[in-house]
């Protein structure tokens, strides 16, 4: 497949970017953290994505979707990470849907799938436990009855998990902390007696909560994809949502550049513009050529989740493991280049390195990708 | 049965009927390779016979206009020829500075009588030539040249060095930056000449490298005269015949930054270092350095393979590709640093058959120049802030 935008594409990339410029900038972001805003993004503006058809954009067409692909949500993560964003995208469209579609049976994508498309419901997954990424770890169990699975144990980094109608909870069936097989998915309602969830406000403003499950009682359908072979689904589904990141944060990373080129051009010291300057010209060169070479990664490892290529899982953890290192190194670029006002509260560039911390961890970091892109290539 | 399938059908009878098995086999490096040339002597006879028979059918330069000796095809079918010798393995038949950088320039600046007179003996390998930029004190700043040529009325009368000439000792002609005017700016009054290198007043000396090998020389003009026929383009306006060619000798050096197929290196560190019983590479640091070029690599490539699928779909040539020579370069060198401590004491020794004659180290040490030759690292971080970032001098 060419590597390259065709021209549908190209227009939804250009639409997506002039809607959020308009009605979601950075300063959006800003307003939702000041105010304390207790949903963490704006509905209405989730209102809007959804008339457009954003949540859908990954859904077959048969459960309500447009089924238009991971690069098309790609290419409006990309724009969603330039404008930071805050919306549903990730936890819901991005990793549900994908659990749901990949994983789901006939009923539970009937269920789930057209109201996520609408924009109506938020679901989350629920999977990480420890203070790293490790899914083959879950140590949360459940416990077959008579009436389906009791659920126990403890979740972190649940992403708007404060507001999430539905949890995609992933626990152990067998087998101990360590061990690929013995995992199983659930859906289990957040309002479920025994489920209690705790907003945390992370350093990017955006919402993630920790979640309890104590002696939660689903009942037998709610096991999503097969027992105790849950791992391969999952697998998929955190190939995509590293995907997603991945998108997310070249779009952060770019626009932290441009801004950053701006600021260099125009800020004068000695008498001249910072920008003529080979110090720090040959680090903005080097930072373009990485950025150049997330943005051919990107494209390349979503077209492969489009086209069920093989080497999804190698692409995936090599686009999020490079991406997780350039977006670093051009968000700490952007502070330093940007001296003492970049420090600054009032300036928008620290926005852009706290959301990339987050990015960069959730779903694996680059310690954790890199070592997997390591093992999935043979050694 | 399409055209271009029965296109595909005749190369492949073509290629089976004519490629020599010898040559059915790559390159042994630079050496190895066949130059042609006046002074050919090919370590194998059937490296001529190879080099004739696709000269034959102009697809030594399969690209070029028939009109002058090339083969004429499309984008298609350009692709079919080299997907079928890719599939028998025939290497390239000719390697030639006058295809990858003198025939491009040619093409677009030479005259008539220029392009009849010298592309058909590129073609056939008849004619080497080597590339006169570089001077002692014009490296990086190239347009400091100071290689004189004088108006004599019919000829130009050339005074000067040239250093790091490649080949210059086994080349036939020369394309030549002199100085013709020293009024101006320094790169005005540049222009572009072309001429024999058995002319009276030419003299070579290889140099020898850290690696041991000897591809560049040092060249000397002693009162060299040169028809005018010969100067390419206007006299005065070299300099952008210079940067024209420079962008297809950057190409041709960034390209040394793709590695091959077969086994990774990270394969072959996995069988030499050992594994843990997780089957990961035992040493972690070294693991963590194969997995990074490895992730790069793939991503230089990918980048690569943009940049050409957006140029086929007509969005032009996009600016990632000013990073090519800068990046291919650096990951070529990387790729070295690593084998060699993949390798470990086999890649130490220099001589002899145990050590393969020292390949492993004589190329590691030759990658170092990737990043000076053809415009240092330096100068090409400066040209994509520039003209790229737009960052002032």
Partial sequence: ?379 | MSEIEQFREETREWLEANCPASMRTPARGEEDAYWGGRNANPANPDQKVWCDAMASRGWTAPHWPKEFGGGGLDKEQLKVLRQEMARIGARSPLESFGISMLGPALLKFGNEEQKQEHLPKIVRGEIRWCQGYSEPNAGSDLASLQTRAEDKGDHYLVNGQKIWTSYADKADWIFCLVRTDNSGTKHEGISFLLFDMASEGVTTRPIKLISGSSPFCETFFDNVEVPKANLMGEEGKGWTIAKYLLTHEREMISGFGVSGSGRSLGQTAAEIVGTDATGRLRDSALRHDVAQFQLDSLAFGATMQRVGDEAKAGQGLGAASSIFKYYGCELNKRRHELNLAVQGEAALGWDGELYNNGAMPRAWLRSKGNSIEGGTLEVQLNIIAKRVLGLPD
């Avoid at chain 1, 949903?39 to 089924?67: K, Q």
């Avoid at chain 1, 009942?219 to 190939?239: I, K, V």
């Avoid at chain 1, 990664?297 to 190698?314: I, Y």
């Fill in chain 1, 1 to 379: 497949m060419a590597l390259v935008l065709n021209e549908e594409q190209q227009m939804l990339k250009d639409s997506a970017a002039g809607f959020l410029a308009e009605k979601a900038p950075v300063s959006a972001l800003r307003a939702l953290r000041d105010s304390e805003d207790a949903t963490g993004y704006s509905a209405d503006l989730w209102r809007e994505m959804a008339e457009m058809g954003w949540p859908g954009i990954a859904v077959p067409e048969e459960f309500g979707g447009i089924d238009y692909g991971y690069v098309g949500l790609g290419l409006i993560l990309e724009q969603a990470g330039r404008t930071l964003t805050a919306s549903p995208l990730q936890s819901t469209v991005l990793v549900a849907a994908t659990a749901i579609s990949h994983m789901g049976s006939q009923a539970q994508k009937e269920q789930w799938l057209p109201a996520i498309a609408a924009g109506e419901k938020v679901v989350s997954l629920a999977l990480q436990e420890g203070a790293h990424h490790a899914p083959e770890q879950t140590a949360a169990t459940a416990a077959a009855n008579d009436q389906g699975f009791v659920l126990n144990g403890e979740k972190v980094l649940v992403l708007d998990g404060h507001v999430a109608d539905c949890l995609i909870v992933v626990a152990r069936t067998a087998g101990e902390p360590g061990d690929e097989h013995g995992i199983s998915l659930f859906l289990v309602d957040s309002n479920a007696s025994g489920v209690s969830v705790a907003r945390r406000s992370m350093v990017d403003s955006r919402n993630a909560a920790a979640v309890s499950l104590k002696d939660v009682q689903v009942g037998a359908d709610a096991l999503l994809g097969d027992l105790n072979e849950g791992s391969g689904g999952l697998s998929y589904t955190l190939d995509i949502a590293n995907l997603g990141l991945a998108a997310e944060l070249l779009g952060l990373s770019q626009e932290a550049f441009e801004r950053t080129m701006e600021y260099l051009k125009e800020r004068k010291q000695f008498g001249v513009v910072i920008g003529s300057f080979q110090g720090l010209k040959h680090r903005a060169a080097e930072m373009f050529a990485e950025l150049e070479l997330c943005r051919s990664l990107v494209l390349k490892a979503l077209q492969s989740a489009d086209t069920g290529d093989e080497n999804l899982p190698a692409l995936a953890s090599a686009a999020k493991a490079k991406l997780s290192q350039v977006a670093q190194r051009v968000t700490n670029e952007a502070v330093q280049m940007h001296g003492g006002i970049g420090m600054t509260d009032e300036f928008d560039i620290g926005f852009f390195i706290k959301r990339a911390r987050v990015a960069q961890h959730t779903f694996g970091d680059y310690n954790y990708h890199l070592d997997r892109y390591a093992r999935l290539s043979g050694f």
